[in-house]
């Protein structure tokens, strides 16, 4: 079958947004298919995950959202999540002090070990306002957003001056009938922050340098990558809904057949 | 009497932010006074107005915090204020289509004929959805914020991808006990939007250039200063008040003492 886009060909091996189906075909050729650059010691599941849609967030996020500078400080929400877990070790590399949360004591240890997080703490034990005050005694520079809400509306009022936001994701509002109404938004103004959405989509001219610096780095033992493979469509739903109750440690990946 | 500022010689003018107050005195001399250089044709209150903190905030509100492009559709609200009628005429001079709105018919119509908004409307009649809808059919790309809650959250919804959101002021929640909950945050990642703050302080380096720009701006007739002169300190408080039931027309001043 043609592909329709001369940048592919049989046989090629792309990564992008596709439905939840054995076989995908009908494809616009315009979406946004990556080719995939097949190497020995990379599974194919990592084109879910680090080198695919979830990775190029991370980095873009931070790269290019949050203007971080050596020395400063970041808080990562639901840190030990697909993109979190990556965004707290970029932070890492720059030389910031990172601190994330997560929904359980198992990812909050994984964070402070396997992960090298500054620190880590359970969202879910304690009021938002102790813990930030805790773990932030001097304030936060850097908000990477994954939760929105009430953790994005308590996070203002802990921002330094010129604090950034980078607005990645809202996880904690998706299923609801009406989001929460964030009341703290004039912080904005007295701290002089900024709150960036984006989408990785618009970088993708960044991936291939990103891919090539992300397995160097993986390589090098300086990145850890954390997935969770969830063997058959037929629990692709499960998988999915588990995400919302904060099930996932690491980036879930639903695999369709087995690598040939 | 000594100014312990290096900078400022007795009998000099400066514009700042100070009591309210027939006399000042006992400055922190690091305190942000800025050296009136005075000129024969600008009236001294304009260092209250547009070449004081509300002409600088417009200034470094739209051309460091916006990133507009020719052709952009922009909103301003309190667009007849000190600071918004200013907005939008810097504006205009980039080639943006420009609309504002105000809270009076009287407003609406300086601000469509002698401060050349390509539109504006009364945000008192009809519903903010309709009016939105209807002066921007294409979408907004740049929101100056004066007003902040219901007006932005609705706004979020209109905004077009890439939007900027210039938040410079929020008068609209400054006498409420709790602020208004702003739902329609998620816009921000959906729509790829930024919502900066900023405060002219940061960038008072600036300001030479912006007043020598800005006086040469009005003596070719190419920007119109509307203020508001009431005379005597005694009349303060009910002049500071009006302002939030909107009765002011440009920027407000009160005159301590005639220039001398």
Redesign the interface.
């Known amino acids: 079958m043609k592909s329709g886009n001369e940048e592919l060909k049989e046989g090629d091996y792309v990564w992008g947004i596709t439905g939840w189906e054995d076989y995908s075909w009908n494809f616009d050729p315009h979406k946004l298919l990556t080719k995939i650059h097949i190497t020995d010691d990379v599974p194919l599941s990592y084109y879910a995950g680090i080198l695919g849609m979830p990775g190029l967030t991370a980095y873009v996020g931070w790269t290019e959202m949050g203007w971080a500078k050596q020395g400063e400080f970041v808080y990562v929400s639901s840190a030990a999540g697909g993109v979190g877990h990556l965004v707290g070790q970029f932070a890492k590399m720059l030389g910031c002090y990172v601190v994330g949360s997560a929904s359980t004591n198992e990812k909050v240890h994984l964070l402070k070990t396997k992960l090298g997080f500054d620190d880590a703490f359970n969202y879910k034990e304690g009021d938002l306002r102790s813990n930030l005050n805790k773990y932030f005694p001097r304030g936060i520079d850097i908000y990477f957003d994954n939760v929105?809400g009430e953790m994005?509306d308590e996070v203002l009022k802990q921002m330094n001056i010129n604090g950034r936001i980078v607005?990645?994701?809202?996880i904690s509002?998706y299923n609801l009938s009406?989001?929460?109404?964030?009341?703290?938004?004039?912080?904005?103004?007295?701290?002089?922050?900024?709150?960036?959405?984006?989408?990785e989509a618009?970088y993708r001219n960044m991936y291939p340098e990103y891919a090539e610096w992300v397995v160097k780095k993986m390589h090098e033992n300086k990145l850890v990558y954390v997935e969770e493979v969830i063997p058959g469509l037929e629990n692709g739903a499960s998988a999915f809904v588990g995400m919302f109750h904060g099930h996932n440690i690491g980036k879930r990946v639903v695999a369709v057949a087995k690598e040939s």
């Open positions: 929105g994005l607005v990645c994701g809202m509002q009406e989001p929460k109404g964030i009341q703290n938004l004039f912080s904005v103004i007295t701290k002089r922050l900024s709150l960036r959405g984006f989408s618009d």
